[in-house]
């Protein structure tokens, strides 16, 4: 028979994820953790205000849509929405879908739809398109702007883009 001492009683069990192996933080003490948490929203709050920053500065450039994907899915009222940007993409999640087909509908009629604002609403950003009858607002929970094509700054777009030179 085993016997459990007061030791075993009080250690914390390793929380071990399927696909990522344990927990990076179960090693750490308490004061440790704290201040991971804190780096990590720190970092998170510095990439949303570059995303932002970028984000301003192609509606102050005047760049406008010109291709969307939409993706129906089992979210409900909102789904996920990859659009190109002056030639970036940009990946929202949960957009509403109403909106996201009248930007659909835009698009469809026009070759491009201005970006006119960027901003913050909470937790939430909120993306402005310019249309001919009244401004579009598209509220989604996250947003990633994807790095230029080539993932390299000062890439060049030739004629045949970024994978021409892998041609055989």
Request: charged share 20%; aromatic share 8%.
């Amino acid at each position: 028979m085993e016997r459990w001492g007061p030791k075993e009683l009080f250690m914390k069990p390793t929380t071990v994820h399927p696909t990522t192996g344990p927990d990076p933080l179960d090693g750490l003490s308490r004061s440790e953790r704290r201040q991971w948490r804190a780096d990590s929203r720190r970092v998170s709050r510095q990439h949303e205000a570059d995303q932002l920053a970028a984000l301003r500065g192609l509606v102050e450039a005047g760049c406008p849509v010109t291709g969307m994907v939409a993706v129906d899915s089992a979210f409900g009222l909102g789904g996920p929405v990859e659009m190109i940007i002056d030639g970036r993409r940009l990946r929202a999640w949960r957009a509403y879908r109403p909106a996201v087909a009248a930007l659909k509908d835009a698009l469809s009629t026009i070759a491009h739809v201005p970006l006119a604002g960027v901003s913050r609403y909470g937790p939430y950003w909120v993306l402005t398109f310019k249309l001919a009858a009244e401004p579009l607002v598209i509220l989604v929970d996250r947003l990633t702007l994807m790095p230029d094509w080539g993932g390299q700054p000062g890439w060049s777009a030739g004629p045949g883009g970024p994978l021409v030179g892998l041609a055989f």
